[in-house]
């Protein structure tokens, strides 16, 4: 039992790797590929020694057949990993902690020219430490727990046929089909969190088929596992719906199948959801948390009605004064629009200009080899990285080493250190409102309706393509218009 904690760690890091490398997790063959990523990552011949002792008693839980090119461990007991021994002791110390199994292949860092490698690649799969309270579940293997949930699935979907574990055609690797989806996401220029969210759904699809033949999937397979997460996972209408176009992208795009009719799937009626809005008091009391630059970045998703990405993706030839215009290029859709700057914001930007303009005078006398430019502008403009227009209005602090040139680069504030200023500032307001970035947007709009602007006008400025998005926002405020029926000569 005392080694419960570990060997619960180990097969949460080998799920994990499973699911990202398009492994089948219950069978024996997929433990090789997994020792060389331990050794890849410095793991000492105890702690691999330690995995394949827990992995070997999953395999022993879910019975899975014998692997046929597993090799032997070395000489005394010590796996490969062995060698790995003489690495330094850092490296080994900080492994188990931070063991980072993702492919940067199928990141979205490799989907956007403008990402720096490393920048959003995914977090660094650290296991949990187990607590007294989670004890039941360190005793049940993923295995065991999908069992039991198959038992709990109610009979029209437990009862349709589904591909076990170790069946004819299950246990196939879709490397293939990873590399499929990312292709055809690239050459409709779609978002990298588009690439990011049918990679996450597509996964989950091999995974509730154990890894079945791609070609053999089918449309029963797919009814099966959208009825899965509508019944069993209780998922949301959006999220079902977001499933549902990513399989219909995957079979038309990469499968190159024909979807078909859907009959007899079981989906979750879609709500009406009312946004959430602060009111201008609780606006001005979370900005008044803020430090800078995080109180200029909050400040400007109020005042324009900016999303987050289009706010840090700004660069100073965005930015107009004497116009007093400022444009949003590449936004939600591929679509450019402007909007009025705030007047109060004036002096606040024009001294931030003056600190990007003095942060890219050292970058040059430093040598550095510019910022990140969007597409293949950099090879069209070389010298533009270094030009001053191209910066970032809201530059990161430090530069980014680019690992395949070797070059430092400056990356722009990142998203999340925003989202996490935020949540701070929200809780230290205490508002009794569940806030986010995209709430100050939400705000903006609502305050202008209930500043009596026209609905077309707001829906310009948010960078809606229809208006019926914008309409959403009239649940948010009071309405003031008059409800009587009245002849307009008699007004």
Not at 245 to 267: D, M, P, S, T, Y
Not at 350 to 359: F, Y
Request: charged fraction near 20%; glycine fraction near 4%.
């Amino acid at each position: 039992m005392a080694q419960q904690p570990h060997y619960s760690k180990w097969l949460r890091y080998y799920w994990d790797f499973c699911q990202k490398y398009a492994h089948a997790p219950t069978a024996r063959q997929s433990f090789p590929a997994f020792r060389e990523k331990l050794c890849s990552k410095q793991q000492s011949a105890a702690q691999c020694q330690q995995a394949e002792a827990a992995l070997s008693l999953y395999y022993e839980m879910v019975g899975a057949a014998p692997a046929r090119d597993r090799q032997p461990p070395a000489e005394g007991g010590a796996p490969p990993c062995a060698a790995a021994k003489g690495a330094p002791q850092e490296a080994r110390a900080s492994s188990p902690a931070g063991l980072t199994l993702t492919d940067p292949a199928l990141t979205s860092s490799s989907t956007s020219p403008q990402l720096p490698p490393g920048k959003k690649t995914a977090p660094s799969a650290r296991a949990p430490q187990p607590s007294p309270a989670s004890s039941r579940h360190d005793r049940e293997t993923p295995g065991m727990r999908a069992a039991q949930r198959q038992r709990s699935v109610p009979a029209r979907v437990a009862d349709r046929p589904r591909a076990a574990a170790g069946a004819p055609g299950t246990g196939v690797s879709w490397v293939a089909v990873y590399e499929r989806l990312k292709t055809a996401i690239l050459v409709r220029h779609y978002s990298p969190k588009t690439f990011q969210a049918y990679r996450t759904w597509t996964r989950k699809l091999q995974t509730f088929t154990h890894s079945k033949d791609p070609q053999l999937v089918s449309m029963a397979d797919v009814r099966d596992f959208l009825s899965f997460l509508a019944v069993e996972r209780h998922m949301a209408a959006s999220s079902q719906n977001q499933a549902f176009n990513a399989l219909l992208f995957l079979f038309r795009h990469v499968l190159k199948k024909e979807f078909g009719q859907l009959e007899g799937v079981v989906r979750a009626k879609r709500r009406r959801y009312i946004l959430v809005v602060l009111s201008r008091e609780e606006v001005d009391r979370v900005l008044g948390q803020l430090e800078y630059p995080y109180d200029m970045v909050a400040t400007l998703l109020y005042g324009c009605g900016l999303r987050l990405c289009e706010c840090l993706q700004l660069r100073v030839q965005d930015v107009n004064l004497a116009m007093g215009v400022m444009t949003v290029h590449d936004g939600k859709g591929q679509k450019d629009r402007t909007v009025p700057l705030p007047q109060v914001m004036i002096p606040e930007l024009t001294a931030q200009l003056e600190r990007v303009q003095q942060v890219h005078q050292d970058d040059v006398a430093r040598g550095f080899a510019g910022t990140f430019l969007p597409g293949a502008l950099a090879d069209k403009y070389p010298r533009a990285a270094t030009e001053f227009g191209w910066q970032w209005l809201f530059p990161a602090k430090a530069l980014t080493l680019v690992a395949a040139t070797q070059e430092y680069r400056r990356y722009h504030v990142h998203e999340t250190q925003v989202q996490k200023a935020l949540k701070q500032a929200v809780g230290r307001s205490q508002l009794p409102k569940r806030a986010s970035a995209h709430t100050l947007r939400h705000s903006f709009a609502s305050h202008l309706l209930q500043a009596n602007y026209d609905i077309r006008t707001i829906q310009e400025l948010l960078g809606h393509s229809d208006v019926k998005t914008t309409m959403m926002y009239t649940h948010t405020v009071r309405s003031v218009t008059l409800k009587e029926a009245k002849s307009p000569l008699d007004l």
